[in-house]
């Protein structure tokens, strides 16, 4: 019996995770943890009855607690409550699916507590991969990738030398406005942005791939997953969402993973790595599909993805900087206090006024954070 804790367990991720241990009834759920919504958290807590669980909102965690009086579980709260789920003894294996830079320290102290990762939270490669690759190797733990592009890639990588990697290619939608200029995003509003054409996902994550912002923190995470430079990583577009990635390697072949858009295919592929378990659902029929595409992305329309290469290739405090605004201005767009538009001129504008330092600490990475917030901030 495996057993595994879950960080943002409420969230798109988080569910899926919890579906999959649902069908397969051979994983323990030892801890959960999420930010607000203490309705799901209660049934999850009834459900998959984990010693302990977090919540990030301490009252929330109060009500929480009443809720489940009759219930032999530990309520905790807070960034403390996080790592004490992060690193309780019966787990085997730490699910982080939480989003932004909350994931960071968790997954530190994960590892130093020598968890297994099985990675969806991709701002903490984004912003201290440096950090975490190594600390992973020198634990002796596994990072296993839940990105579908990144478990795409990992997948495509099983029995090859890792040293004969010409290439990553990298696919995209090109989300809900593949084809349009920016003249035509101008008035773009919240409800347009979140109808991805593919993909059902959480709201910043979807937002994110409107811009194909999300496709630039992905390419920095790559970098770091899978040990390439930024510059190996090609980004393509592929509209059906079929192809999930591929990786092109020095004699010229090609190997790529495909499966139809369905997130619990790499979430029960890091969980059962390297098993290959039944998986209900659909599946891809070719003779149906007919034919795929392939299309250049548009980084002059989308040029928040030649920010990303930007900051990927300068490194340092820069991929924060790139992360940090973009979760804020995101946030702002959603809570319809700024354009479209904005979201990446914001990140532009906060990069352009940093100044970078290189191979920061895990302290100097959150005072950049800190710093890209309260410069947004100040634009009000």
């Not at 030649?306 to 490194?315: F, H, K, P, S």
Request: charged fraction near 25%.
């Amino acid at each position: 019996m495996k057993k595994i804790a879950v960080l943002g367990s409420t969230g798109s991720i988080g569910t899926q995770t919890l579906e999959v241990v649902r069908e397969n009834k051979d994983i323990e759920v030892t801890g959960l943890a999420a930010g607000s919504n203490i309705k799901l958290l209660e049934e999850q807590i009834r459900e998959f009855k984990p010693r302990l669980a977090a919540v990030w909102d301490k009252e929330k965690a109060k009500e929480l607690r009443i809720k489940l009086s009759d219930f032999d579980v530990e309520i905790v709260c807070g960034m403390e409550g996080l790592l004490l789920v992060a690193v309780m003894e019966e787990a085997e294996m730490l699910v982080t699916a939480v989003v932004g830079m909350i994931g960071i320290r968790p997954t530190i102290e994960a590892i130093n507590a020598g968890k297994d990762i099985a990675l969806a939270n991709k701002e903490t490669l984004v912003t201290a991969g440096h950090i975490i690759m190594p600390l992973a190797e020198k634990k002796g733990v596994s990072v296993f990738p839940v990105d579908s592009e990144h478990s795409a890639i990992f997948q495509s990588l099983q029995g090859n030398d890792k040293k004969a990697v010409q290439k990553i290619l990298l696919t995209a939608s090109g989300g809900p406005f593949r084809g349009k200029t920016q003249e035509e995003l101008l008035d773009i509003r919240v409800e347009d942005a979140l109808r991805h054409p593919n993909w059902a996902m959480g709201r910043k994550i979807t937002i994110d791939s409107s811009t194909m912002v999300n496709k630039g923190l992905e390419v920095i995470e790559a970098k770091w997953l899978f040990d390439v430079e930024v510059d190996q990583v090609q980004v393509v577009v592929q509209p059906q969402s079929i192809i999930h990635s591929m990786v092109e390697y020095a004699d010229g072949a090609v190997i790529a993973q495909l499966g139809t858009p369905d997130m619990k295919l790499p979430v029960q592929y890091a969980l059962y790595y390297p098993d290959r378990r039944y998986l209900p659902g659909e599946r891809v029929d070719f003779w149906k599909l007919g034919k795929l595409e392939f299309e250049k992305p548009d980084t002059d329309t989308f040029y928040g993805l030649e920010l990303a290469y930007e900051a990927g290739r300068r490194g340092g405090t820069l991929p924060t900087v790139f992360n940090a605004a973009n979760e804020l201005a995101v946030k702002q767009f959603l809570n319809h206090e700024i354009k479209y538009l904005e979201i990446v001129e914001i990140i532009e504008d906060c990069m352009s006024a940093h100044r970078n330092i290189p191979n920061p600490t895990l302290e100097q990475i959150l005072e950049t954070e800190k710093a890209t917030y309260e410069r947004i901030e100040s634009r009000r």
